[in-house]
Nanobody, 122 residues
Framework: QVQLVESGGGLVQAGGSLRLSCAAS????????MGWYRQPPGKQRDLVAV???????NYVDSVKGRFTISTDNAKRTVYLQMNSLKPEDTAVYYC????????????????WGQGTQVTVSS
């Protein structure tokens, strides 16, 4: 059973920074993609950033130039560095894992983390 454990959320003033981390547990030998979604209050969950196993990244337009996604493959961890935060970035942030191999078995996913709250005050 693969689990994703997130950390790093919190309260920050506009213009500040936060770094989210998400570690995948289990004997994972291969990962296709990892990424982050967010869900503002009363709204749907939308993609923020994604990174593939070869390092290709993609971001939603609203965070380009401010957020950076990265991974530590050895630690099976994905990070989201968030700079120049705005009140509209306030949301619960969820990491996800898509397409992975455990003990030679492929799982399509997605698996989700429990979510971490990010609140940006104006």
């Amino acid at each position: 059973q693969v689990q994703l454990v997130e950390s790093g959320g919190g309260l920050v003033q506009a213009g500040g920074s936060l770094r989210l981390s998400c570690a995948a547990s289990g004997s994972i030998s291969h990962i296709n993609t990892m990424g982050w979604y967010r869900q503002p209050p009363g709204k749907q969950r939308d993609l923020v950033a994604v990174i593939t196993r070869i390092g290709t990244t993609n971001y939603v337009d609203s965070v380009k130039g401010r957020f950076t996604i990265s991974t530590d493959n050895a630690k099976r961890t994905v990070y989201l560095q968030m700079n120049s935060l705005k009140p509209e970035d306030t949301a619960v942030y969820y990491c996800y894992l898509n397409g992975y191999v455990v003990d030679s078995t492929f799982y399509p996913g997605p698996n989700w983390g429990q979510g971490t709250q990010v609140t940006v005050s104006s």
